[in-house]
């Protein structure tokens, strides 16, 4: 089976799946009426409606847009049918059945572009006689991104969406993560769908935060959004900082409807199964449906709820130990806002590994050689082809360009929750280069799990949109962001951070030359300094839960 279709149905099932968890039987499928759906410059677009055999309409819709193929989706209309509610199944503009061009990938849904297909197929469905006007768009990942970027100035018709584990902004999110090109997830993903050839080379070509990236930053048009939103996201998802970002832009600058009646729903989950065997007891008993919250559907759709009025706008899985029962950790918990409130604490490198609440003294540094010809490997993470998930990282703590930093064993359990910086100072005899940090969990048994990871390119430490290339040997101070997590570590662990320049495929090496991508047989071995002390405190920052919150 090729991978993009491994794609699909990884989705279709997870709708699917959730359709199913509530007690549906999808064994009787509904016929599909498919139509071309006329967009405003013309373009048909392959359109499946689903309707229910019982009850008359008009009645109200839940509607899916995928570059992932329409067909197939008799078993989820089954689920949805049942409810009363129509179902529309869109394929995308370019993607399958439909007309047009695919590219720009979610830049023809809403924002972005002179399309606008998002928006005219709500348009749409509002017109039909058997609909109410009442929509709620629906779908993970790609589906998900397609709705966030079709919800800023969206018709009346858009009364809610459930998003999963989709972005929010194209640039910062999806292509280059701190300044860096994500290989792995992009390219890949355009690769394996097919959609790498006016895509690919487009955003190969748009290295910084410029007016192209600016126009497909939904969360710079939350204000925009009209309606309420159930997003739903993992600690080791792909798109883990979109999710997040969503909710609080929109639950906060939203419009009437939208503001203050939004929700959030993050689990220790990865955008698949993870690499290796972690398992964190009671995910499946969140507060809000993590896939399928057809209880919040149903009060946006005409039938209110008061327990949905009644709910918490946030709820997070506080990761834990796994290895020893009873440890602190591995539960749910509500709160009114995200962030929860927390006490910024700086953990400072020191020039002996260690890691420490205390400054350093002295004026001391460490360097290493990054040869982009040879990365330090990726294991784990927020990855979407590759390994993913908390994966051990003793492999690669042992190089040479990697600097390991742990603290003692703690002496009692230890929450972080909430976004995660690290501030460097760093040198390089190269114009450009990255730095990467990673913070894991140390068991007392050595194993090292990743919680999460970043990077940072050198070239763009003042601003994201302008490089500006380093000058030997001074020093330079780095922000890297780890983005977020919620996790105790446990007493006996140790925390540790792991700074290195390079964590491939995950992302591409930085040739260390200037140039924004590799050139074949054009690279430089760096000189890459950490530097160390009272003046140049390179340290993380983490985010201390304090329970004096909104919790």
Known sequence: MRATHQLRYLFAGLILLSFQFIGLSCNAQPAAQTQMVAMRDGVKLATDVYLPEKGKPPFPTVLLRTPYGKNGNGAIAAAVVRFGYALVVQDMRGRFASEGHHAIIFGNDGIGGQHQDGHD???????????????????????????????????????????????????HQAAYQGGVWRKELLEGWLRQTKMDDVNLPTFLEHTTYDDFWKKLNAESHADQVDAPGV????????????TINSFVEINSRGGPN??????????????????????????????????TPMNIVAHWLGKPDKDVDALQPVHYYVMGDCDSPGAPGN?????????????????????DKSLQVELPHGDDKLTYKYDPENPVPTRGGQNLLIAKGP??????????????????????????????????FISSDCPDTDFTVKLSDVYPDG???LVTDGIRRAALRNSYEKHEPLVAGEVYELEVDLWSTSLIFN???????????SNSPRFEPNPN????????GKTRIATNSLHISNNHPSRIVLPIYTPHGTE
């Open 121 to 171: 197929t709500l348009e749409w469905i509002a017109r039909q006689e058997w609909s109410d006007a009442k929509v709620v768009t629906y779908g993970q990942s790609a589906l998900g991104i397609a709705q966030n970027m079709a919800a800023p100035g969206a018709p009346a018709a858009l009364k809610g969406q459930v998003v999963g584990v989709a972005f929010s902004d194209y640039y």
């Open 231 to 242: 997003f739903t996201g993992g600690w080791y998802d792909i798109f883990l900082q979109g």
């Open 258 to 291: 939208a503001r203050g009646k939004c929700f959030l729903v993050i689990a220790p989950l990865a955008h698949g199964h993870f690499d290796e065997p972690v398992v964190y007891p009671d995910v499946s008993k969140a507060p809000i449906d993590l896939a």
């Open 331 to 351: 539960f749910w918990r509500s709160a009114d806002a995200w962030p929860p409130v927390a006490d910024p604490a700086s953990y400072y490198l020191h020039s």
């Open 391 to 424: 994966m051990d990282q003793r492999p690669v703590e042992t190089r040479p360009d990697v600097l390991v930093f742990t603290s003692e064993p703690l002496t009692e359990p230890l929450e972080v929750t909430g976004r995660i910086t690290a501030r460097l």
């Open 447 to 449: 194993k090292s799990l």
């Open 491 to 501: 007493k006996g662990h140790q925390i540790r951070v792991a700074v290195s320049s």
């Open 513 to 520: 030359t200037g140039d924004p991508h590799p050139i074949s």
